[in-house]
T-cell receptor, first 111, second 115 residues
Framework: GEDVEQSLFLSVREGDSSVINCTYTDSSSTYLYWYKQEPGAGLQLLTYIFSNMDMKQDQRLTVLLNKKDKHLSLRIADTQTGDSAIYFCALLTGGGNKLTFGTGTQLKVEL | NAGVTQTPKFRVLKTGQSMTLLCAQDMNHEYMYWYRQDPGMGLRLIHYSVGEGTTAKGEVPDGYNVSRLKKQNFLLGLESAAPSQTSVYFC??????????????FGNGTRLTVT
């Protein structure tokens, strides 16, 4: 099946930029997503990118897609303590029926 | 709208016991999913359904059964619980139409412990 890998932890200082990375194996994915999970809650969609795009910017969030290297990243500018959460990348697979999630990156924002 | 509601929120089972987790959505979504979340492993798809009366296996279906008798409900059953099924279970749904950019809507999870 599809493998989607992320680093488990990332720690940054408030006000710095955070970059969360994701690598995957299935090159046929058409949509790629970033979800955020706060403690004790379900996942919420942050942003997504279509596979024919290289970059998408949405306020403090920038998504970069390198299809050749099968690498997706999420950059959060001016990281705040409220950004502390687990971030998951996800790929649309199974002919568009399923989302395959990465292992999740726990972002810790320190003062 | 309540969105996606999971019951119960917490449950402790003994090995060999059975239980059913209920997921209900009030958004008229076609697609529904059950995932389990384990530390360091992300979310893994157990079973999913693309419409009322249909179900399909996901990545880790063994030990689980599902039913989608009504469009708004997706039930996840454990016939004989094992400690390896200790996890947080998430239900999600999304529209069948609206293109591939229709996001998943998640419930708040059910924390299951099997002793």
């Amino acid at each position: 099946g599809e493998d989607v890998e992320q680093s488990l932890f990332l720690s940054v200082r408030e006000g710095d930029s955070s970059v969360i990375n994701c690598t995957y194996t299935d090159s046929s994915s058409t949509y790629l997503y970033w979800y955020k999970q706060e403690p004790g809650a379900g996942l919420q969609l942050l942003t997504y990118i279509f596979s024919n795009m290289d970059m998408k910017q949405d306020q403090r969030l920038t998504v970069l897609l390198n299809k050749k290297d099968k690498h997706l990243s999420l950059r959060i500018a001016d990281t705040q303590t409220g950004d502390s959460a687990i971030y998951f990348c996800a790929l649309l697979t199974g002919g568009g029926n399923k989302l395959t999630f990465g292992t999740g990156t726990q972002l810790k924002v320190e003062l | 709208n309540a969105g996606v509601t999971q019951t119960p929120k917490f449950r402790v089972l003994k090995t060999g016991q059975s239980m059913t987790l209920l997921c209900a959505q009030d958004m008229n979504h076609e697609y529904m999913y059950w995932y389990r979340q384990d530390p360091g492993m992300g979310l893994r798809l157990i079973h999913y359904s693309v419409g009322e009366g249909t179900t399909a296996k996901g990545e880790v279906p063994d030990g689980y059964n599902v039913s989608r008798l009504k469009k708004q409900n997706f039930l996840l059953g454990l016939e004989s619980a094992a400690p390896s099924q200790t996890s947080v279970y998430f239900c999600a749904s999304r529209p069948g139409t609206g293109g591939y950019n229709s996001p998943l809507h998640f419930g708040n999870g059910t924390r299951l412990t099997v002793t």
